[in-house]
DNA sequence: GAAAACTATCAATTATATTTATTGTTTAGT
DNA sequence: ACTAAACAATAAATATAATTGATAGTTTTC
């Protein structure tokens, strides 16, 4: 048994197909048939149902994927450990960004961090607060940014900043001529509301997706569609609320309906994340660095009452 | 990098010394080195430092030994994955056994056990708990028998057996006189302790061997000498308290010497621990039923008061 | 029912691991 | 200080294993 064959066979199960396993293994697809069936004759057991189009796992063989990506990403994590020791800043790093989060931070320091460790080759995932923790803790991510704070044991949180909510609200609402807002003007049933599940906290207002879906509530939002939210607000369909570094991008005409919060305004807590383990830590220091210089300059610091995304 | 690879480099670091370490693996020398080499080459770092002598990791080695070691355990369960599918009961299992029961358990179920399963080839070794616990958490353990209670949320307990303590007491103590015993009549001052801490639970009395060090005890026991806490015994240096399956082993002369305690007895819990990944969980079930077979003959059952060996 | 999409198989090739023999060091003993 | 022993590194030869290109044999799709 090898670490390659395991490798191959975690491609087959994830392309659930021979031939695009091959190529994302850059082998010829006889190389993955020939060593899969060593790797099965030795364990003298079937890792694939080849009667199956597609082809599927077997009992035994979604057992043996699942230890198989233990002992993958174990592996990829030597070179990592090395890369640490060395202080070297560079290969792979693999990061999520939640949608709320993600047009407006991203074009902020990319270019910045890619000019300052052109070594490290960025791929960046848009997702939502769930899947970027199944995929730290399965070894797919190396960190994220998502709101914070998320109270799971094995990733660690780097706060990056507090981004204020601004109300956004059309001229005919009833809070349209409240200068500034309280808190407590908000009704959750005349809101529009992002996806990504931000609560507040201490169940003052609950402004949670499961909560909203609870209060039959007549759509849901995708992901990164804040424009969609100002136009559904536009509609008279309710007000909204928006992270601070997205009222930077609304446009001029309905500048003049985003209403701050007084102080403390509520906010959410904007974090790098990444597994326990502590892997990559010279890559996801670099990035903190970055982008914390970066915002610094951007977020006006308030007087804030931070906001969790915790559903509960 | 491959699994070969990093096991050499674990026997190189356990050995100290790479011509054992290349009979160990069941190659010759030469391969090692170049292998070892060929990782160190790849990696760009030393794992081992030459110039000592024996052989030292270096900083950076030592840490990929503890990564490599994750590798190569993580891989070697592939195997007991599929032993466990299809139901097959053989291969290599590591037992433990806490000195304490060695004596009087192990040869009651040994003969039994390997004549029903051939094909397990049962490697047994005397340790003691927290050698066990580090053992069976690092994987070079697959169970052990020791006393529980452990309240490790890393290990699974399965109770085989619980055995009353009998008092053994001196013709010149002062309690000799007492046909049964009760708990109260212990007094800690008079009294020979086995190591292994076991202590009373619930604090009533505790026998913990931290707390024997504190109140200044003269001596202690190494593993496996109840004989020699017997004959200290019968010098006047106080009682002890027999586990029951030691007592059958008492001399006829000595026998008279064994008090019983009026129910409720003190008791130790006796189980078979394993990881709780739950790997080979037929041969550990297979043990269980063995020894509880075995048992049930032997044990009276009393009406017992167990204690646990933990320190708190 | 023909084309397309896929996997298995074969023989040839390439790459890799391992071995035997040997050299070069260092250590231990006298 | 010298010799023998212990040990790791190296080199060249051999054995083993992985990979490939070509092709055959399926099954699926339209």
Redo the contacts between chains.
Sequence with gaps: ????QLSYVLAVAENQNFTKAAEKCFVTQPTLSMQIQKLEDQ???KIFDRSKKPIELT??GS??VT??K??VN??N???D??DQ??GYIGGEFRLGIIPTVMPTLLPMFLKNFTNKYPKVKLKIEELTTEEIITRINDGHLDAAIAATPLENEMIKEQVLYYEPFVAYIPKDHRLSKHEKLNIEDLDIDDMLLLEDGHCFRDGVINLCKTLKSQSDEKFQLESGSIETLLKLSNEGLGMTLLPYLHTLDVNDNDKSNLHQFNDPSPAREVSLIFHKSGLKMQIIEALKQTISDIVRGSIVFHNVEIISPLSK
């Design positions: 048994m090898t670490i390659t364990l003298d057991i009992e035994i057992k043996i230890q198989a233990n002992i174990e592996s994590r030597i070179q450990i090395v020791q060395k």
